[in-house]
């Protein structure tokens, strides 16, 4: 599991970045997606299995965080907040696609197995169960599991309680568990 050793900068960092940014100065929204861009990025690619996807999602989180900077207040860290933001983008964009067909999903991932080198199948197994969780679990499971997320952090983020947060995250590995067995939820 991918954990980052980026140290979190302090909420005076987070204020001055943001003040940078509504001010104009150059650089300042650039700093702000070298410090989260890989990980929203990570996030989406995790969220969405399909990295093409995934580099549109992180492209219309950081042009909404743009238009929404100002909004920023300071009660949770910078970093809360802009994993809220990209979230709820990609779970919004997961609510207005039609989820693709069992059948359809099935044959791609036989092909994918059937082509990749045995040491894959499990990571592909794995992705395909990700993919297959209901997008709240799918977050929780990936913020907590993956990103090293604490669930208070994961509560603020999704503007859920700390036990929701447990609840789902819970559930999640249920039904990755069911998943990765055949027996499908």
């Known amino acids: 599991?991918?954990?980052f050793s980026r140290p979190v900068p302090d909420r005076s960092e987070d204020l001055n970045l943001?003040?940078?940014?509504?001010?104009?100065?150059e650089g300042a929204f650039g700093e702000l997606l070298e410090r989260y861009g890989s990980r929203i990025f990570n996030l989406a690619r995790r969220m969405s299995g399909n990295p093409t996807i995934a580099e549109d999602l992180t492209q219309e989180v950081f042009l909404l965080l743009?238009?929404?900077i100002r909004q920023y207040d300071g009660?949770?860290?910078l970093s809360t907040w802009i994993y809220r933001v990209a979230v709820n983008r990609i779970i919004s964009e997961f609510r207005r696609q039609p989820p693709a067909s069992e059948a359809a999903e099935g044959d791609m991932?036989?092909?994918?197995?059937a082509s990749a080198a045995p040491a894959l199948q499990r990571r592909l197994d794995l992705e395909a169960a990700i993919g297959r969780l209901p997008p709240g679990y799918r977050a929780v499971l990936l913020m907590h599991d993956v990103e090293g997320l604490r669930h208070q952090e994961i509560a603020e983020i999704l503007d859920i309680s700390v036990g929701t947060s447990k609840s789902q995250l819970h559930h999640a590995r249920m039904q990755m568990r069911d998943l990765l067995q055949g027996e499908a939820p």
């Open 66 to 68: 743009l238009r929404k």
């Open 18 to 25: 943001v003040d940078r940014i509504v001010r104009g100065e």
């Open 109 to 113: 991932a036989a092909l994918r197995i």
């Open 1 to 3: 599991m991918e954990h």
């Open 75 to 77: 009660r949770a860290a």
